[in-house]
């Protein structure tokens, strides 16, 4: 590919054939990992009347393609590195194809959870390689550009994935909210292999204890608190989900202290941008999806809307974000990354308790209207804060386990955020009435307007702009809102990057 030629505008010029197509693909795969998230979330009203899901159910719905997604990505990068980039992220693109078509062929919602949590592996095996490819495939002079439009286009999928889920959910039925990805994935798959050229890494091993330690303490926090409206808080299977994931955690601590090549070093929590930007992320994107995960369903339940229209009143939360992400990059070199991760954390906690106090089945949506708008702007101003500080707080040699980590952590807290408002919502609310459902959700939101309080304590210990170590180059515009960053993104490309 060539390389060091004249950068015209916001556009670079000479960029090759093989670069576009590298380019193209990225975000195009980017875009259905990223829908997905956010279209099943006016979908599940559907799923609860027409298969005939418990609260629990749709938790699962949500969280098994999260939980799959965070606890495999490392897992997939390291294989990418072993067995060639391009080559795991074809068959990521196979597996979610083949996962979405089991989604909407599945008969109850037992079979729609476990298709969901093979999606998210396929996810996991996007993801990672998507950036990882794109990276490989643009020079440090060109590579912003790039990942601006690849910012941009995984933004708008969260910006239309409620919208879309809506009207296909409305339109032509839910199962279509997945057969949508199956000829997108299968017809990228013959693209990649001739189209990209492999991309080899540096051979990185797999930490299997690493993982089957992590994945315990996930999989049993969260199980124990989505199954305890169901089995209730004294049942031995919520205590014992609950204390095997707590020990598997504290396991998987230990075992990162002396593994030979563990999936996050311990010498990255030195740092405390590491430290407390994962802390902050994880609580930022609990509040979100947990939110994301009853809103829809208060539109549709409580005020009477068809699944278009709730998907259609969650517009304000995307906007911000969409218009706001790729600059606040830009401000958190000037203001410094603490400003704007409090500031960011306080206007969702506001936000997010201005709406529980307002809600309730005679209120109208203008009344949401404004709090939902500072709900966005708070995590339009948090979230790229965030991501450079924890990227920018380690060395070089780091930066690509520390972005990883941080992605990991994002989704962890997704799938966290919902089994934790879940339950909330269970102990005061119920599906019964409107005034139920309501009564439950006001005690969600503040259960999630607490946890957006404790992202923004977490932002506190993050070092202030006068005293902060001198920071890698600047979070280029669009890649925010994605919340992932390489090693190759911060630095000029290593020789184990190149593309053959």
């Excluded at 926090?221 to 707590?246: C, R």
């Excluded at 709730?310 to 939360?317: C, D, H, I, T, V």
Aim: proline residues 6%; aromatic residues 8%; positive net charge.
């Amino acid at each position: 590919m060539s390389q060091g030629k004249p950068v015209t505008g916001d556009r670079p010029a000479g960029t090759t054939r093989q670069q576009w197509w590298v380019l193209g693909l990225a975000s195009l795969a980017s875009f259905i990992v990223i829908l997905d998230m956010m279209v099943v979330a006016t979908a599940l009203t559907a799923l609860r009347h027409h298969l005939g899901a418990s609260l629990a159910d749709l938790e699962w719905t949500v969280s098994g393609y999260t939980l799959s997604f965070a606890v495999l990505l490392m897992t997939a990068a390291a294989l990418g590195d072993r067995l060639g980039r391009r080559r795991v992220f074809a068959a990521g693109l196979a597996v979610f194809a083949l996962s979405s078509a089991a989604c909407a062929l599945s008969p109850d919602a037992a079979a729609l959870i476990a298709a969901r949590v093979a999606q998210g592996a396929g996810a996991a095996m996007i993801m990672p390689m998507a950036l990882a490819l794109l990276n490989a495939a643009f020079p440090p002079a060109r590579r912003g550009w790039a990942i601006g439009i690849y910012g941009g286009v995984t933004a708008l999928a969260a910006v239309a994935g409620p919208v879309l889920g809506g009207a296909v959910t409305q339109g032509l039925g839910w199962q279509w909210i997945f057969w949508l990805n199956v000829p997108v994935a299968l017809g990228a798959i013959p693209l990649v292999l001739t189209r990209i050229g492999e991309a080899a890494g540096p051979g990185s091993a797999v930490d299997l204890p690493g993982l089957a330690l992590v994945t315990a303490a996930a999989l049993g926090l969260v199980w124990g608190l989505v199954q305890a409206d169901t089995a209730g808080w004294g049942s031995a299977e919520v205590i014992g989900t609950l204390v095997a994931g707590t020990v598997a955690a504290v396991a998987f601590a230990a075992w990162e202290r002396c593994a030979a090549r563990p999936m996050i070093p311990a010498r990255l929590f030195r740092s405390p941008e590491f430290s407390a930007g994962n802390v902050a992320i994880f609580a930022i994107n609990a509040s979100l999806t947990g939110v994301i995960f009853l809103m829809p369903q208060f539109q549709q339940v409580v005020a009477g809307q068809d699944s278009l229209g709730a998907g259609l009143r969650l517009l304000p939360w995307g906007a911000a974000p969409f218009l706001i992400g790729p600059r606040a990059g830009a401000l958190a070199d000037r203001i410094g990354e603490r400003t704007l991760v409090v500031t960011g954390s306080l206007l969702q906690a506001a936000g997010v308790a201005w709406i529980a106090a307002v809600a309730g089945p005679g209120s109208g949506y203008p009344a949401l209207i404004a709090p939902m708008t500072i709900v966005g702007v708070g995590f339009a101003l948090a979230i790229p804060a965030v991501t450079r500080s924890v990227t920018s707080g380690v060395p070089p040699a780091d930066i690509g386990t520390a972005s990883g980590a941080f992605t990991t952590m994002r989704q962890l807290g997704g799938a966290f955020g919902v089994a934790v408002l879940g339950a909330a919502f269970a102990a005061t609310g119920s599906y019964a009435t409107p005034a139920a459902f309501s009564n439950g959700f006001v005690t969600a939101f503040r259960v999630a307007a607490g946890i957006a309080l404790a992202a923004a304590v977490a932002g506190m210990i993050l070092p202030g702009r006068a005293n902060r170590r001198s920071p890698t180059a600047p979070l280029e515009a669009g890649e925010a809102f994605s919340g992932t960053r390489t090693a190759a993104a911060r630095r000029p490309s290593a020789p184990d990057a190149r593309v053959r």
